[in-house]
Every structure is written in structure tokens, then in C-alpha cells.
């Protein structure tokens, strides 16, 4: 049998290698077990290759029980001031640096010193804000990583000869999109991961933060959420939907609680955007969930929607693919993703299942038709006859060309 290969993070790792040595500190956040001790140790293992020696590293994993007395920040920075190669760049790798009190004061004492480049990672959003943020403005780059696209799965499986068709691959990729995921032999062996992932954002990055007394409520908002993907919806219509179901809880406390979902990266939110206007705006919002496989295991006996679900897929991929998402409002019509590049540059997107009903294509083309600019506009379907036409510059595509192009 070949031996089982790591699952290729070309993009990130390209990102790593093109800032390393720059005197830039290489944050990596993401939620847990998306990946990124494995960039990490893909990235030492290019530094190996290219004549890095392992004294030249250090790498340290914050919530490894016996890095524990590290802990303190004092203790932290000593022992990382010790063990620095005098005369040659050191490498410094800190997995999980939010769980440091005043991580930032060692990461910025580390930063000004010669010969050293640093790189973090964290499971939490909360860790870029506030005194971090403040303290290290300018002297940052964020890679916000992600569970696997479909394109890195596809890979991954090409790489093992691993013989399936595209949408037997495709259907499996629906199940979870954790790297993990790919090394389980049953189903049950993957739920049983999917719910320690979750059990552990949901009480270490949530709860414990959030100092969160009733867990229970948090859940059921993670339930209505996770059943809304796609779906506009608002702090009061949210509470309104859980009191209705029995759960007594304020619009403050939904509030509260929807903001430290973000910041565990479980969800992303789509913020509503006006494309004539071209500016952001504040009547609701769609959430988006990080990993399907998530959904799946707290919604058991949903029933599926696929149209929402590969909306998800596109949701997700666009951020892959260095975007800022917004779902697009033009006139009295939605457009369901408006993606801004870094340059500025901007394109649209229209998700259906099958446009291959004359109506339902109709219906599909008109919000992208009553935008009256020049940017890119697509529809993405999962039709397999007619993959791809152009409606007057409106390009239809299938999803699986898209992800995998």
C-alpha cells in the first residue's frame, strides 16, 4: 500500500514562502483543525530543504499539556530568548498563542529583535482584536485559513490513486471538509470527530470566553443558524424563532452570543451590500457554516437543501479565493454573492441547482441583468447539460468545472 500523503496546501503554503524572512509577523487563524499545524510543518519541512537547520526552529504547541508552564508569558519569552541561534534567522513557530495572557507583549518583544521570524496561529477571531490589534497594527499579515476546498480533497485523493468518480467525490466532500476526515474508515468514526471538533469550539471558544451560563441556549442558536445557511435573517427574528421553540433569551444576549460564534470561526457572516450605492448595509445578514460535515452532525433529521447547501460551497470558495463576500442587493432584487477582490475588482454570482427550466432561468438571470456595469457575472449551477452558456455575458458554469478550474 503507498503511504498516505499529506494533504497539499499549495495555496497557503506559497503565502508562508513568499513572506518568510521579511520582517512581518505570519499570523494563521482559522478554525480548529482546519489545517494549520500541518502548514506549519509543511513549511519547516520546505525550510529543511533549503538548508534551515532544526536548531534554527522552534515550535511549540500552546495547548499541549506539557507546554504548560509556558503559559506564562514571562516564562514563555525567556525560554524562547534562550534558545534563539545566535548569528542566523531563527524560526519561531507558536501554535494557539490566544491561550497566553498578554501573548501580545511577547510576540511584539520577539518582533523587534534580529534574526527573527515569527509565526502564530489561533483558533479565534477575539486574538487579532483589541490590545493585539493595537499593538502590532502594521507589523502583521493574517492568512485566514480554511478546511479543505474541493479542489485540495480531489488532490489528495488523485495523490493516494484513490479511484472515484467526480461526483462520488463530490458527495463525500459534502460530509465534512476537515483534513482529518480523509484518514476515517466509517461514518461513525467521522461524526465521532466532527463532534469533538465541535465540543471543543463550542466550549473553548465560546463558552469559556464568553463566560456563557446557559450552554443550552447557546446550542439551540447554533441549531437555528446552522439551519438557516443562506437564509436573511436578523438578531430579532432570530430570537424571535427560539422563544417560539421555547428558549427564553434576549436580543442582547443572541447579540452576544452570534458575535462569539464568528469569532470561533464555526460561521461567517454575509453582510448585505448595495451594489448601485456601492456601500454596506445594516438590515440582515446570511450565515454561512465552515464545514457541512458540522451541519450535518447537530442537524441529524434535517432535511436537506441542496439549493443553500452548494450556496455554502461558492460562499466558502470565493473567501478561498481572497475575497471579501457580501450578498448583493440591486434595486428590489438579491444578487447572492457580490465578491471584492484586493485590487478592488468585483465580480457577481448567482447559485441555482438547474436553470434548465426556462422560468427558473428567467428568474436566475434577472438580478444579474438589472446590474448596469461592466464586472464579471456568473451563474453557477449543477447542471450536467448545459454546463456552460452565455446569456448576454452573463457565463453559466457547472460547480464542480468551477471548484476544480
Do not use: C
Not at 97 to 110: A, C, H, K, M
Not at 231 to 251: A, E, L, Y
Not at 360 to 373: A, F, G, M, T, Y
Amino acid at each position: 500500500m503507498n503511504e498516505i500523503k499529506y494533504v497539499a496546501r499549495d495555496e497557503y503554503l506559497q503565502f508562508l514562502i513568499q513572506s518568510m524572512n521579511k520582517p512581518i509577523i505570519k499570523v494563521v487563524s482559522g478554525i480548529r483543525r482546519s489545517g494549520k499545524s500541518t502548514l506549519f510543518y509543511l513549511f519547516r519541512e520546505y525550510l529543511k530543504q533549503n538548508g534551515v537547520l532544526p536548531e534554527q526552529m522552534i515550535t511549540m504547541n500552546l495547548e499541549d499539556f506539557s507546554a504548560d508552564e509556558l503559559l506564562d508569558p514571562k516564562m514563555l519569552h525567556q525560554y524562547l530568548i534562550n534558545h534563539l541561534v545566535e548569528g542566523k534567522m531563527t524560526y519561531i513557530f507558536l501554535d494557539e498563542i490566544q491561550n497566553v495572557p498578554n501573548f501580545g507583549r511577547v510576540v511584539d518583544s520577539l518582533f523587534i529583535r534580529e534574526n527573527v521570524d515569527l509565526y502564530i496561529t489561533g483558533s479565534n477571531a477575539y486574538f487579532l482584536s483589541g490590545e493585539l490589534a493595537t499593538l502590532l497594527s502594521g507589523r502583521y499579515i493574517e492568512l485566514k485559513m480554511l478546511p479543505l476546498s474541493f479542489k485540495e480533497f480531489a488532490v489528495w485523493h488523485k495523490q493516494n490513486q484513490i479511484e472515484i468518480s467526480v461526483t462520488a467525490l463530490f458527495d463525500k466532500y459534502l460530509k465534512s471538509s476537515f483534513p482529518f476526515t480523509l484518514f476515517t474508515d466509517t461514518d461513525r468514526e467521522r461524526s465521532d470527530y466532527l463532534q469533538g471538533i465541535f465540543s471543543t469550539v463550542v466550549l473553548n471558544d465560546i463558552v469559556k470566553r464568553l463566560n456563557v451560563q446557559d450552554v443550552r441556549s447557546l446550542e439551540r442558536l447554533l441549531e437555528v443558524l446552522f439551519s438557516s445557511i443562506g437564509s436573511p435573517v436578523t438578531i430579532n427574528k432570530i430570537k424571535d424563532t427560539m422563544v417560539s421553540k421555547g428558549t427564553r433569551i434576549t436580543n442582547q444576549t443572541v447579540d452576544r452570543y452570534l458575535q462569539g460564534i464568528l469569532d470561533s470561526m464555526i460561521m461567517y457572516e454575509a453582510r448585505r451590500y448595495d451594489i448601485h450605492g456601492r456601500q454596506l448595509l445594516d438590515t440582515q445578514a446570511k450565515y454561512y457554516v465552515s464545514d457541512l460535515g458540522l451541519r450535518n452532525l447537530v442537524l441529524r433529521d434535517h432535511l436537506e437543501d441542496i439549493v443553500h447547501i452548494i450556496e455554502n460551497i461558492v460562499y466558502l470558495e470565493l473567501l478561498r479565493r481572497g475575497n471579501k463576500v457580501y450578498v448583493g442587493q440591486s434595486s428590489k432584487y438579491e444578487v447572492d454573492f457580490v465578491a471584492i477582490d484586493a485590487a478592488k475588482n468585483i465580480e457577481y454570482y448567482q447559485v441555482a441547482y438547474s436553470t434548465l427550466e426556462p422560468d427558473v432561468l428567467k428568474r436566475e438571470l434577472r438580478s444579474l441583468e438589472r446590474i448596469d456595469d461592466h464586472y464579471p457575472k456568473h451563474l453557477i449551477t449543477m447542471d450536467e447539460i448545459q454546463r456552460n452558456a452565455n446569456y448576454n455575458g452573463i457565463q453559466k458554469v457547472n460547480l464542480l468545472d468551477w471548484l476544480l478550474e
